[in-house]
């Protein structure tokens, strides 16, 4: 825990993944049978604009949605080759950023590092998209927006995300001159059944004891560390159907890096990044959410 290993452009033991076969552990084939999982492509992300192959693999920020408890679904999607990740996606190593906290934990820690997984701050994030940009080593990178507050929210069939506030990876966007992609995974909110608190003080699941208490300490924890304090009746994930969709490239307007974009350039960019998002939900809610109890709810 000395070793900062999830931190900086080269952050993780991806060498020592490789080694050990990590992407083609048996195991993630009972999560992909468990969670049904399946991984969709809209648009070949490894081409131009007008369809040509570049000689060096496009770059991308990635904005994963929703949250859930935890994105299982989605991590196994694309941290595993259960379902071609590098076959549909070509020359696009994606490494996904985490929470600080999520490297304190034994074992887990050294899963994520074998699998890339890196540390979210924000100068980690800067250098990971500045190391050999512009050569076929470059990485691209997946955030998950709505972070620990957004775990709260998540419940079978609802589709809340918190995201209009959360305008970094936006800005990081136009500072780099790198196009976005909504990715949204239907079914992550399905794979736990969380004890609530209700809006009325007490409990969902037995109204005679105080959620307000728990919402307290939840509300807490999360400002403090970084994540949320769920409570989960289930320690595995549920069975269930989970389908990760990836959508279009959001391009930054200017089409090249703006040092210090403005509010009014972070708030359009945001619009269209939420329209694509939107998209991607309303094409795909009938097939992949048909049990779904609300629309796609977006708060700040």
């Known amino acids: 825990y000395l070793d900062p290993a999830e931190y900086g452009p080269r952050a993780g033991r991806v060498g020592q993944g490789a080694w050990v076969k990590i992407r083609q552990w048996r195991i993630w084939h009972w999560f992909k049978q468990r969670l049904n999982l399946k991984l969709i492509r809209t648009v070949d992300l490894s081409r131009n604009v007008d369809g040509s192959a570049p000689e060096i693999p496009p770059q991308y920020i990635f904005g994963l949605h929703p949250h859930g408890v935890m ?15 590098r076959t549909l996606f070509p020359g696009i190593d994606v490494r996904i950023g985490i929470v600080t906290i999520a490297f304190w934990v034994p074992i887990y820690r050294e899963l994520a590092l074998w699998g890339g997984v890196f ?34 929210y998540a419940e079978p069939g609802r589709h809340t995300l918190v995201l209009k506030r959360r305008r970094g990876f936006i800005r990081l966007s136009l500072q780099k001159g790198i196009p976005l992609v909504p990715v949204y995974s239907f079914g992550e909110n399905w794979q736990y059944d969380q004890i609530l608190p209700a809006k009325d003080g007490g409990w969902k699941t ?19 560390l970084g994540v949320a304090l769920p409570l989960a009746k289930n320690l595995l994930p549920k069975p269930c159907k989970v389908a990760t969709v990836f959508g279009k490239p959001v391009y930054p307007p200017s089409g090249k890096p703006i040092e210090n974009p403005t509010d009014q350039q972070i708030d359009a960019h945001m619009e269209n990044y939420i329209a694509a998002l939107k998209e991607v939900f309303e094409t795909h809610k009938e097939e992949h959410a048909p049990a779904r109890t609300q629309e796609l709810e977006i708060l700040w």
């Not at 540390?119 to 972070?147: A, E, F, I, N």
């Not at 959620?211 to 509300?219: A, P």
């Open 119 to 152: 540390d979210v701050s924000r100068y980690s994030v800067s250098d990971l998209l500045d190391w050999r940009k512009g050569t076929k080593d470059q990485k691209s990178l997946m955030v998950v927006p709505g972070g620990a507050e957004e775990s709260i």
């Open 206 to 224: 037995d109204p005679s004891m105080f959620g307000e208490i728990f919402r307290f300490l939840q509300t807490h924890v999360r400002l403090t």
């Open 71 to 85: 994105p299982w679904g989605a991590f196994f999607n694309i941290t595993t080759d259960i379902n071609g990740f």
